[in-house]
């Protein structure tokens, strides 16, 4: 091979994967300049821990991307380690063989992606054709590999019903769900020219037997990088449907394999909140292995376009690493980018905003420091659903309660109430349970709210799922002094910090201090009760709006 003309691995312009629609905001295509920069960040790790020497020019790393969509990531990858491998393997052709057939490996999660991706990295959706750049593989899907991938349904409850054509007896199960990922069978148990969203690397109880038997070799990965689906519906059938986090699945997966470096990019949701993301926030954070984190709390500066609730964060996770991390925020299309070196499991939750810590850690340090969220009730205080309608007027009601709904004041019998019925009959706060905006989005002006709707709530009255109930509270003026409380910058700024999407929770009150509530607070008495410096204020009255007790919003 004569020239690099004839190999097509120079850049295009436009680069087709900059033109390519998204197929939903839970399966991303990463744009080329994304895909780049973490691929910068594992550049500098490497170097760093292998004494200044480039990944690029060793031909023994090897590389999976285990859920490829357009092939951006494993495309980059061929390119740099075409340039950094020409002094060892000076014949391109050669060179690059050797690249795809020894070093670059991905899973495609559907058959069109699979394809898509063979074309980014081969020039050619079979891998053994005319126009492959590849000329060592005797299978047409090279190391990109794909095949429909059912789930495995257990559980669920089993029940007996006669067939309709032979008059026998069957077992037939409702309810079931796939063991891997969680999937509704009523929703995901599909004929053969659907998607499954069944997808080979977290459905399989041994991933490293798993990788061998496809790719026909005793594979050790030292570099695992991608960017993972993000979550699954898992209704169907129940009358509920809930979105179930995936991309964690993944990232466990991942760490199975011990690679030396796992890069990926995933929604912050994990940060703070999220589905039974706990576990993995906790093991995340106290590992100590993570030796990157770049955090884009809007989405749309990392993915043009498509907004994720509470952002989009990436990380570099290092095998060798036992240490603090350094933690990039990134805001705006001219990046405000702060960098800071921190330990990651100082708190439960990650706080995200590094200017946040220092003023939150004096918070936590006061000798009187108890948390607020001890006032705060769980999700739907007195078992009411949002859907919950009940009567305009209480004539006719033997011992009626009012309950305070998204459409006003109903009225209902007390006996509705399954939760909390003692609460009923105290004052209380009414707090909205949804958040002005989520994480990373913010007014024009560039602050936010935090909170919604903030309002008392008497005696003799309930709420339903879309509030959350603060109290019991002795009487009215306390019930003041709450609210007046919760509409200060500072409380709203504590807040905030636990707060990742639109959801606000018990768990969101975490970092904010009860006070004495005889007294009415003011921004001003808790600045100097917490002995904040006026850089400080300054930070926390740029990042959240003055909200009067008459600015509540419905």
């Known amino acids: 091979m004569s020239a690099k003309a004839s190999f097509a691995l120079q850049s295009h312009n436009p680069d087709v994967l900059t033109c390519i629609a998204n197929l939903s905001n839970d399966e991303v295509f990463t744009p080329p300049e994304l895909a780049n920069q973490m691929l910068d960040t594992l550049e500098r ?76 990295v081969y020039c050619s959706k079979d891998a053994t054709g005319e126009h492959s750049i590849a000329k060592s593989f005797d299978r047409d899907w090279g190391n990109i590999w794909f095949e429909r991938t059912e789930h495995t349904w257990a559980g669920g409850k089993k029940t007996f019903a006669v067939d309709p054509l032979s008059g026998e007896e069957v077992v037939v199960y409702a309810n079931r769900r796939c063991r891997f990922c969680g999937a509704s069978e009523t929703e995901y148990d599909r004929d053969d020219g659907l998607e499954t969203h069944a997808y080979a690397f977290i459905h399989t109880n041994d991933i490293k037997a798993r990788l061998n038997e496809l790719f026909g070799a005793d594979m050790q990965f030292d570099v695992i990088i991608g960017n993972p689906p993000y979550q699954l519906t898992t209704g169907g059938g129940t009358g509920t449907q809930q979105a179930k986090p995936l991309y964690n699945l993944f990232v466990e997966r991942a760490q199975e394999l011990s690679p030396r470096l796992l890069c990926m990019i995933t929604p912050s949701r994990w940060f703070s909140g999220g589905m039974n993301l706990d576990g993995f926030r906790s093991s995340m954070l106290g590992s100590h292995r993570l030796r990157s984190l770049v955090d884009f709390p809007d989405s749309r500066d ?78 739907s205080p007195f078992g009411l659903s949002t859907a919950f309608r009940g009567a305009r007027t209480a004539a006719g009601l033997i011992d009626p309660v009012v309950v305070r709904s998204t459409v006003g004041r109903q009225y209902a019998e007390r ?140």
């Open 45 to 120: 790790s490497w170097a760093e821990s292998n004494g200044g020497a480039s990944i690029w020019a060793d031909s023994t790393v090897t590389f999976l991307d285990p859920f490829t969509k357009s092939g951006v990531f494993l495309r980059e990858i061929t390119r740099r380690l075409t340039d950094g491998l020409e002094a060892q393997i000076p014949d391109l052709q050669e060179r690059v063989d050797h690249i795809l057939t020894k070093q670059v490996f991905g899973i495609g999660i559907t058959q069109l992606t699979a394809l898509l991706a063979r074309r980014s």
């Open 415 to 554: 006996d509705v109430i399954v939760k909390n019925r003692k609460l009923v009959d105290e004052w209380k706060v009414l707090l909205s349970s949804t958040s002005s905006e989520h994480a990373g989005q913010s007014g024009k002006d560039g602050r936010r709210r935090v909170f919604s709707r903030i309002e008392l709530a008497e005696p003799g009255v309930a709420m339903t799922h879309s509030y959350l109930a603060i109290g019991p509270l002795q009487d009215e003026q306390q019930a003041v002094n709450v609210a007046v409380y919760l509409r200060t910058r500072f409380v709203r700024f504590l807040a905030s910090l636990s707060i990742i999407t639109q959801h606000v929770s018990k768990g969101t009150f975490g970092f904010v201090p009860i006070q004495d509530f005889s007294t009415r607070w003011t921004d001003a008495d808790l600045y100097s009760k917490y002995a904040l410096t006026s850089d400080e204020i300054d930070f926390i009255e740029s990042q959240i709006k003055a909200m009067e007790s008459d600015d509540d919003q419905t």
């Open 302 to 379: 990392a993915f043009a376009g498509v907004d994720i609730a509470g952002g989009v964060s990436y990380f570099l996770w290092d095998q060798q690493h036992n240490g603090p991390c350094e933690v990039t925020t990134v805001k705006g299309s001219n990046p405000v980018v702060q960098h800071v070196v921190r330990d990651l499991d100082a708190h439960d939750v990650f706080v995200r905003d590094n200017e946040a810590v220092e003023v939150l850690d004096r918070v936590l340090a006061a000798k009187d420091f108890a948390s607020f969220s001890s006032l705060v009730s769980a999700i």
